[in-house]
């Protein structure tokens, strides 16, 4: 170093007052001003559970005026507080999406694959994060469905209709597909706007996919080497958490035991809108956060916060979320 | 897409089994296995003040096991104890870093800059970080030390002895640099293996940079660009917390008023090891806090897990982080 080899010694404070600057400081409003970024950074998070290797991707994040009915079972007044406590904007409520991928040695297998191609600019960013993290989406080896909600499956498909994931089996829950795909059901919905609709997305999404892609899987099974499906039925009929496990480690993919945490952990018995048999959601939740809680288990949840993955303590009748520190090395 | 054009149409649970599949499924396993990534993604994070974009830069994290005297007003055990309820390591606390970069508009202003070149794999990480962020050392105009720990300073010197940000002014408190540049205060800290170290590495660093380089700075002062001096001294006699305001938009960068909120905003009353003064510590850290917390102000914190930048709540006595929700977007 130069400066070290003239002997700029500032020793101290009057001696640094006194030192003759031989190397003149190039004033640096000279030099053009740098222009903002404009723009995050990628969003996935790497972890891993054993030998298995975990990224948490982020899909993006929706911050939208809360509806009347976000929450069914409350008062839209008490949901607002709740959100604005959680320093949501004032109105608003905000819904993140982390599908998270694993890497067993032998198979690269997501869960969860997002919004898909979609107008709106907050969402459908799997596939940016997915290339950011350095995974082809050719390379996918399986694709696994917690449930059959847009948020969740519509990013199995590419914006111009072929499969995102050219290479990869797709598993969806049984329970699941029975329900979506059965006439029957469909028909029921009809008077039901966001029910009909969700009927109409499962078709149109799963429409041209050929049958051999899809695979139903039942609960309590292997569904990929190290990930095990567990029965979390309420929020949908087939819906799906899973534990990934390697070696004496283990995480719970929690899918949407609960939505936003900031709402359903701390208030186990609300209900959020999309939960087709509310009550036994709640069941549901409880069961899973009580065992999380004892095993001191780490958590992912599809609507956490980015990297969304926590601990999650018991607080009274209530739950908190404690996010995991970041790791900036695995 | 050829499957849509070929009515492969899985309209029905019982369609589904019956669809006839034109396409053929490669099976995966005759592809080669995705290799783990091995490595964290990059740890950068950006956020909007107003106008002025932030950017959050981890230079590592580091688990260690913990010092007998790292809380030094308490029993081990119980610092112990609240590592493990923060799901610390057993016996072990960490700790982690994260210098911020402002983009004022006119000025790339970065405040901290991380322990350079180390041994200690976990840190020096800044510039990998900075580089993934787009950001070129030498495009830096001002680096500010908020004190002069080596975790905080020694980064301004890259491996070989150079200035890391060539083009850099260097800010540093005069309140600090006149302590620990003093011979006399030096001759004292002689016993202390901590503080002698300390003053032996200040010295280190800055011998070799030149004077002009270097400009001292008072409290209640605007720095840069929309970055205003705060006095928050008991860490060090020049400890210094900032305030970054633009249009209505400000954010606290808090500096070391706590080391990892876990022990010190929880029980703002201990004392860290590093702290020179530890009663005028708590004296500044509660001020801070009890503003921040009624103001409901963003705070950045230099010790809080990355993208170490959140909210604080009273809790009676004491203080909770509420860390911010990450956004995918700016």
Redo the contacts between chains.
Sequence with gaps: ????S????????A????????????A?SA?A??????????????YKVGSI?G?SL?D??NTFPMPDTFVRNIPKEQALAAAEA???PKGMV?V?FNPQLF?T????VLIDCGSGSTPN??VG?LMA?LK????EAK?V??VIMSHLHPDHTNGIKAA????AFP???IKVPAAD??FW???ENAAKAESNPMMKNYFANV?RV?????????TKYEWGKEVAPGITSIDANGHTPGHTAFAVASGNARILVQSDVTNIPEFFLRNPDWHVAFDIDPVKAVETRRKFYDMASAE?ALVVGFHF???SIG?VEKDGAKYRL?????????
Tied chains: 1, 2.
Aim: proline letters at 9%.
């Design positions: 170093m130069t400066q070290l003239r002997r700029h010694l500032l020793t101290g404070a001696g640094a007052a006194a030192a003759t600057a031989l190397t003149p400081f190039a640096s030099r001003a740098a222009p903002a970024a404009g723009k995050q950074g990628p969003s996935f998070y790497r290797e990224t982020s993006g994040a959680a320093y949501m905000r993140p890497n040695g032998g198979k690269l600019p907050n960013h994060n950011a993290a350095g995974v390379d080896d399986m111009d209709g072929s499969l290479n990869a089996e597909w029975a795909m059965s006439d078709r799963y429409t041209g996919v050929p049958a051999d892609r899809v001191k916060s980015f990297p601990y404690v996010p995991i520190a970041w790791s900036p090395a695995i």
